[in-house]
């Protein structure tokens, strides 16, 4: 009887992944199974990123200071870039530790990378600070769009943060 790897009597086996393994294959059997369960995986298939509001300041219409939005994040991968849309309000800025972050006020299309190779961790943060005119009217402002990416500019699934009240400024 031969084994997978052609030994007459040898204990090589194929693994989960198919590959032949074990005995004198010299291959370690379900080493090609990434942290994912998925052969031959890339470790991005389970990949997710949750995203939410935290402290949120409405500004002012009579000093004139800017409303302001705290996007969190919860990630189970390092994020190299995001992008995002915010409907409801007029936007002014964007900021987070990646150096290229802006905000459109036309679109209300939030994006942020970095060209230094800056990168925000794994685990929970902030996404950056958005920035909005304030308004007389209490409103909602809503995110939609949201796509978020690891190393290579991989797209990781998300969730996106919804929507959020803003009182009147």
């Given amino acids: 009887d031969l084994d997978c790897n052609g030994d007459c009597y040898g204990e090589a086996f194929l693994d989960e992944c198919g590959v032949c ?39 002012s219409l009579l000093d004139g200071t800017s ?9 189970t991968v390092d994020i190299y870039g995001f992008q995002f849309n915010l409907s409801g309000a007029t936007l002014v800025d964007a900021s987070s530790e990646l150096d290229g972050t802006q905000a459109s006020s036309n ?13 925000l961790p794994e685990g929970e943060g902030v996404l950056g600070y958005v920035y909005f005119d304030p ?35």
């Fill in 21 to 59: 393994s074990g005995g004198n294959s010299g291959h370690e059997a379900d080493s090609d199974i990434d942290e994912c369960g998925v052969c031959f995986g890339d470790d991005m298939s389970c990949a997710t990123v949750e995203l939410s509001y935290g402290t949120i300041g409405n500004g």
């Fill in 67 to 75: 409303g302001v939005v705290e996007v969190l994040y919860n990630s």
């Fill in 107 to 119: 679109t209300g299309n939030v994006i942020g990378f970095s060209l230094m190779g800056t990168t």
């Fill in 135 to 169: 308004s007389y009217e209490s409103f909602d402002m809503c995110m939609s769009n949201d796509i978020v990416s690891s190393f290579d500019g991989l797209q990781v699934e998300s969730f996106g943060a919804g929507c959020v009240s803003i009182e009147a400024g």
